[in-house]
């Protein structure tokens, strides 16, 4: 995979822990109860993936947007990209952890792919469609929204490692003679 030498049996744990990385980072978007979205002037009005909130101080109104079919499309294929890394998640670790089962590489990096333009769809939907329901002003995306950008990311980059990593059988199963970086003399 990459010539300055990478220790291949490491991949078998390290790929599936970047996976639970992406699933921590997909749920923490998911469930985040503020941080998608906020004013950048006042802080009065604010919203994540459910629902959004107006109002100073104390005194704030909260509204849903699953009101709207594009709120309820973001959500359905931000939660549907979710269920599938996990089913990914449990296959990787099936597949890499358990017994080396190169196979399913190709498999699980397809599911990851698919993943991937799932939860870009959805991460292009809402900014836009929250912009042409609101605009008053200029917003800010939030700590939550960059949480389900790095997922998708992750999960972009594992999609990649899973198609790769059928071509070195032998270094994940250790059965492939050491190469030394010593020139011959």
């Given amino acids: 995979m990459f010539r300055c030498g990478i220790a291949y049996p490491r991949c078998r744990w390290i790929v599936p822990l970047l996976l639970a990385f992406a699933i921590i980072f997909d749920i923490i978007a998911i469930a985040a109860t503020s941080g998608w979205i ?26 849903t947007l699953m009101e709207y079919s594009w709120a309820q499309a973001v959500a359905a294929l931000m939660v549907i990209g979710l269920l599938i890394l996990i089913i990914a998640f449990i296959i990787a670790c099936v597949a890499l952890c358990c017994t080396l089962n190169i196979t399913l590489l190709p498999v699980i990096g397809a599911m990851l792919f698919l993943v991937v333009i799932l939860q ?18 200029n917003y800010n995306f939030n700590w939550a929204y ?10 972009f980059g594992c999609g990649i490692l899973f198609c790769c990593l059928p071509r070195y059988e032998d270094e994940l199963s250790g059965l492939a003679k050491v190469k030394y970086l010593y020139p011959r003399e």
């Fill in 146 to 155: 960059g949480f389900g950008w790095g997922a998708t990311l992750l999960t």
């Fill in 120 to 137: 870009v769809i959805a991460l292009i939907i809402y900014p836009v469609r929250f912009q042409d329901l609101i605009f008053e002003g």
């Fill in 38 to 63: 906020e004013d950048e002037d006042a802080n009065s009005h604010y919203a994540n993936m459910w629902e959004h909130w107006r109002g100073r101080n104390d005194v704030w109104s909260s509204k």
